[in-house]
């Protein structure tokens, strides 16, 4: 009986274990390579692509000069899945591989915070930067300012003209947009709150105008609860329009308690208004800039000269202070004012000594045509 053949195992020699330290070496740096590589690119700057171009004419070909872009617009629209946002941001113009920045997106853990909006990007922003900026909901954000004392007809023309606004009222009148607004039957003017507004690309004027009806809504309410039971203001609305002439009629901001003041002391003893700027209100487009004697005489539902008590409607738009003036009047028996030609108002309380302050204040000027 012949006995089994056991074989040795063959032992690597020194020469094959140096063959596989070598090669495992190689894998090993190829990787942190690798692994460096990807830190670097997601950490550095992406660039935007020359916009290099060729401007064929008279079959000669010329290429244009290069323009210097500082940011790109970045639009994402809801429901975009990541692989969409990489392929919008390298269409959008920067020098980055679409393919990659997906891979980087999944391998984040974020693809799926992506949030939609409008964005802008540098061109020193890392895909790591841009992936925080879309994660974080950071939009490029512009801003409109209303002025206080605009009419309605000024803030539109300021929508019109406000940078990336989307203009849908355009061919709306004033009573459809405050229909779109939830507020039929609601004389616009005075009932958006001057102030700064922020907004993104793409954002439409109408949700801007809702912002600013709802902010008006919120301070007129806070203001009216502060009134004292003595004024004459019976509604919220009352406040308003009184607070649009304080407005319209303030040069220094510290005369509007005193304006206000005059015109309350007017109103509790049946004494019209008698103010000017609700004149220029009812006259509309046609006011050329000179108030005549003759619109003083003229009838309409503004002219206090004309008419008791307040206009039927604000004539501006109201800020803060105005608001506060109205529901709080300095104390005094002051029943005109009259401008002192350095944006203060002399005050009196006497028909006597007003025409002696209009003597005195506006000597020289050009008078009323008659």
Same mark, same amino acid.
Request: no cysteine.
């Given at each position: 009986?012949?006995? *089994?053949?056991?074989?040795?195992?063959?032992?690597?020699?020194?020469?094959?274990?140096?063959?596989?330290?070598?090669?495992?070496? $190689?894998?090993? $740096?190829?990787?942190?390579?690798?692994?460096?590589?990807?830190?670097?690119?997601? +950490?550095?700057?992406?660039?935007?692509?020359?916009?290099?171009?060729?401007?064929?004419?008279?079959?000669?070909?010329?290429?244009?000069?290069?323009?210097?872009?500082?940011? &790109?617009?970045?639009?994402?629209?809801?429901?975009?899945?990541?692989?969409?946002?990489?392929?919008?941001?390298?269409?959008?113009?920067?020098?980055?591989?679409?393919?990659?920045?997906?891979?980087?997106?999944?391998?984040?853990?974020?693809?799926?915070?992506?949030? #939609?909006?409008?964005?802008?990007?540098?061109?020193?922003?890392?895909?790591?930067?841009?992936?925080?900026? $879309?994660?974080?909901?950071? +939009?490029?954000?512009?801003?409109?300012?209303?002025?206080?004392?605009?009419?309605?007809?000024?803030?539109?023309?300021?929508?019109?003209?406000?940078?990336?606004?989307?203009?849908?009222?355009?061919?709306?009148?004033?009573?459809?947009?405050?229909?779109?607004?939830?507020?039929?039957?609601?004389?616009?003017?005075?009932?958006?709150?001057?102030?700064?507004?922020?907004?993104?690309?793409?954002?439409?004027?109408?949700?801007?105008?809702?912002?600013?009806?709802?902010?008006?809504?919120?301070?007129?309410?806070?203001?009216?609860?502060?009134?004292?039971?003595?004024?004459?203001?019976?509604?919220?609305?009352?406040?308003?329009? &009184?607070?649009?002439?304080?407005?319209? +009629?303030?040069?220094?901001?510290?005369?509007? *308690?005193?304006?206000?003041?005059?015109?309350?002391?007017?109103?509790?003893?049946?004494?019209?208004?008698?103010?000017?700027?609700?004149?220029?209100?009812?006259?509309? +487009?046609?006011?050329?800039?000179?108030?005549?004697?003759?619109?003083?005489?003229?009838?309409?539902?503004?002219?206090?000269?004309?008419?008791?008590? $307040?206009?039927?409607?604000?004539?501006?738009?109201?800020?803060?202070? #105005?608001?506060?003036?109205?529901?709080?009047?300095?104390?005094?028996?002051?029943?005109?004012?009259? #401008?002192?030609?350095?944006?203060?108002?002399?005050?009196?309380?006497?028909?006597?000594?007003?025409?002696?302050?209009?003597?005195?204040?506006?000597?020289? &000027?050009?008078?009323?045509?008659?």
């Amino acid at each position: 009986m012949s006995r *089994p053949n056991h074989k040795a195992p063959k032992r690597k020699t020194p020469q094959t274990q140096g063959s596989w330290r070598a090669f495992l070496s $190689l894998i090993t $740096l190829s990787v942190l390579v690798v692994l460096a590589s990807a830190v670097y690119w997601v +950490e550095s700057p992406m660039g935007f692509k020359s916009p290099a171009s060729s401007n064929k004419t008279d079959g000669n070909s010329s290429a244009l000069a290069l323009v210097k872009t500082e940011t &790109l617009d970045l639009a994402v629209e809801p429901g975009t899945t990541p692989k969409g946002v990489a392929q919008a941001i390298a269409d959008a113009g920067t020098d980055v591989s679409p393919l990659l920045l997906r891979v980087w997106f999944r391998l984040s853990g974020q693809d799926r915070a992506i949030k #939609a909006g409008s964005y802008e990007m540098t061109a020193n922003m890392s895909p790591r930067g841009v992936l925080n900026m $879309l994660v974080r909901g950071e +939009e490029s954000l512009k801003s409109l300012t209303l002025v206080e004392g605009w009419t309605f007809r000024q803030f539109k023309q300021a929508l019109a003209k406000a940078e990336n606004l989307k203009v849908t009222t355009q061919s709306l009148s004033d009573a459809d947009i405050m229909a779109q607004l939830g507020r039929p039957d609601v004389h616009p003017e005075g009932r958006f709150y001057p102030d700064t507004y922020t907004y993104s690309k793409g954002s439409t004027d109408l949700a801007l105008m809702q912002r600013a009806l709802k902010a008006m809504d919120r301070h007129l309410e806070k203001t009216w609860g502060q009134k004292p039971p003595h004024l004459k203001l019976v509604t919220p609305d009352d406040l308003l329009i &009184l607070a649009s002439i304080v407005e319209k +009629e303030t040069g220094r901001a510290s005369d509007r *308690p005193l304006i206000s003041a005059v015109f309350h002391n007017r109103l509790n003893i049946g004494m019209r208004l008698q103010t000017d700027p609700t004149v220029i209100y009812g006259l509309g +487009e046609t006011f050329d800039g000179n108030l005549r004697r003759v619109d003083l005489r003229t009838d309409t539902p503004y002219n206090t000269y004309t008419r008791a008590g $307040l206009p039927p409607t604000p004539i501006a738009m109201p800020g803060k202070a #105005a608001l506060m003036a109205a529901i709080s009047p300095a104390p005094t028996n002051a029943l005109y004012f009259v #401008a002192k030609g350095d944006g203060s108002s002399h005050f009196s309380q006497s028909l006597n000594e007003h025409n002696n302050a209009v003597n005195k204040y506006q000597r020289g &000027l050009s008078k009323q045509d008659p």
